[in-house]
């Protein structure tokens, strides 16, 4: 080593690896530097007991990018009654601690990180047209009366009012929060995503999946002109 010639050529190397690694490595450090997997799994798997947050490990396909990045700074509540893996949950007794902020420089990089977790093998572009009133009448029925998805889900009422039970995410902000090939995907097989989960097993057919996903793409806060 004490050739010069050796230690200058050492010194390239690990510039390389240090460098080379950076970029990849920074966002898994900031998840355990923020403990962000002590109550999300970031892996699909058993969940640990405390891990009691919805699951990551498909945050690319489930979330829109822009959504992410303002719920990591301005964190808000989705599960009104918490999460159905909260042991509290069916006691009333959810834990309520405040959800963690990330600073600018930290979400970019946390949010690249989540966009980059996937699991469906393939999610091409769902281009829905746009319910016409009579179909929007229809869905609506089908998703309030038929399948009573409100028992569980908030959703608006014809005022735009929020109406709907909360045991499931509330569904109010789906069309700026979800992507709609993931809502799509998620009514056609929900255990391809949440093994436990307490969503009940449904079977759409082809044009009902589509229109159920439209109709949930097209809630948003800022039109909630239902
Ligand atoms: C103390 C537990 C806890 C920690 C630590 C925590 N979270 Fe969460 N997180 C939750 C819970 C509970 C929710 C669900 C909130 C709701 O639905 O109202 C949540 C929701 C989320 C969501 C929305 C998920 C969805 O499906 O709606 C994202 C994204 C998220 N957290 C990312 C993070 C990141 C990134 C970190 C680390 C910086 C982190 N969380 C740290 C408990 C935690
Ligand atoms: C018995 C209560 C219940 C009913 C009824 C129900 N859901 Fe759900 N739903 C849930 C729960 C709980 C989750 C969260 C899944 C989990 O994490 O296990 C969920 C998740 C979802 C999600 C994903 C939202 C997110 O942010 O993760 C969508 C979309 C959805 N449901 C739509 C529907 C539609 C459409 C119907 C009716 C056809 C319906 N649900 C009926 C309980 C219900």
Redesign the pocket.
């Known amino acids: 080593m004490n050739n010069p010639k050796h230690f200058f050529l050492t010194g390239v190397f690990l510039v390389i690896a240090v460098t080379g690694s950076a970029g990849a490595m920074a966002a898994p450090a900031l998840v355990k530097e923020k403990q962000c997997d002590t109550c999300h799994r970031f892996a699909s798997g058993p969940a640990e007991k405390e891990q009691y947050g919805?699951d990551l490990f498909f945050a690319g396909d489930k979330f829109q990018k822009k959504w992410l990045e303002n719920f990591l700074q301005h964190p808000e509540a989705?599960r009104p009654a918490g999460?159905?893996r909260d042991p509290g949950f069916l006691k009333g007794q959810r834990r309520t601690e405040p959800h963690p902020v990330l600073n600018s420089q930290e979400t970019r990089q946390m949010t690249d990180y989540l966009m980059s977790l996937k699991t469906l093998k393939e999610s091409p572009p769902l281009n829905l047209p746009a319910l016409s009133k009579g179909a929007r009448v229809r869905v609506k029925i089908l998703?309030e009366r038929d399948?009573?998805?409100i028992?569980?889900?908030q959703s608006y009422n014809l005022a735009g009012l929020p109406r709907g039970g909360v045991?499931?995410?509330s569904?109010l902000d789906?069309g700026n929060?979800?992507r709609p090939e993931w809502?799509y995907q998620?009514?056609k097989n929900?255990k391809a995503f949440?093994t436990q989960?307490?969503?009940?097993l449904?079977r759409f057919d082809e044009e009902t999946l589509k229109q159920?996903t439209q109709y949930?793409m097209s809630h948003t806060k800022d039109d909630p002109g239902q």
Do not use: E, K, N
């Open positions: 919805p989705i999460h159905t998703f399948y009573s998805c028992a569980c889900h045991s499931g995410p569904l789906a929060r979800l809502v998620w009514l929900p949440a989960g307490r969503m009940p449904y159920l949930i």
